[in-house]
């Protein structure tokens, strides 16, 4: 690991400057999952929820945080986002979300990929929660978990992560 923090100068954090880089088409794509009980999913599954189609929410809500993640996380510089691919599956007892981001721009996208699979996920609790308590007013079993990015290009050089 490195000691020089790009993000730091003269011990004051301030955005990095990138007027210089190159403008070329990067993408990221994120992934993680939400853990909820063997019978929130069947409601899924199902179409059962009360407050809706949660997938097409979750996704709805994915796309609005990748274009807003300047305003969430300080140090983002805005970018023009070309694509957003958001994908919901169900994996046994889980909802894995994929989020795919590309952008003509001078810096990457992951931190707009892994804001869209962490906001498609809360939004997917959100609608399922009063699926998710116990007699005591917990979520047992509903934990969200392993967001990571899994892949990542800058023009024609690829970054894929350990699986």
């Given amino acids: 690991m490195t000691d020089n923090f790009t993000h730091i100068v003269d011990g004051r954090v301030h955005m990095v400057d990138i007027s210089d880089k190159n403008t070329v088409t990067r993408q990221a794509t994120a992934t993680g999952v939400i853990v909820l009980s063997r019978q929130t999913i069947d409601r899924i599954r199902k179409g059962l929820v009360e407050k809706g189609n949660v997938f097409s929410t979750a996704r709805i809500a994915a796309i609005l945080a990748v274009k807003r993640t300047p305003e969430i996380i300080p140090m983002c510089h805005q970018i023009p986002i070309s694509s957003v691919d958001v994908d919901l599956t169900i994996e046994g007892e889980t909802v894995r979300s994929t989020v795919e981001v590309r952008s003509n721009a001078r810096t990457g996208v992951e931190m707009e990929a892994l804001n869209g699979v962490s906001t498609a996920l809360l939004t997917v609790w959100d609608m399922v929660k009063s ?10 079993d509903t934990v969200i978990n392993d967001i990571r990015v899994v892949r990542k290009t800058k023009g024609n050089y690829e970054i894929r992560s350990q699986e």
């Fill in 131 to 140: 699926a998710e308590k116990d007699s005591s007013g917990n979520y047992p």
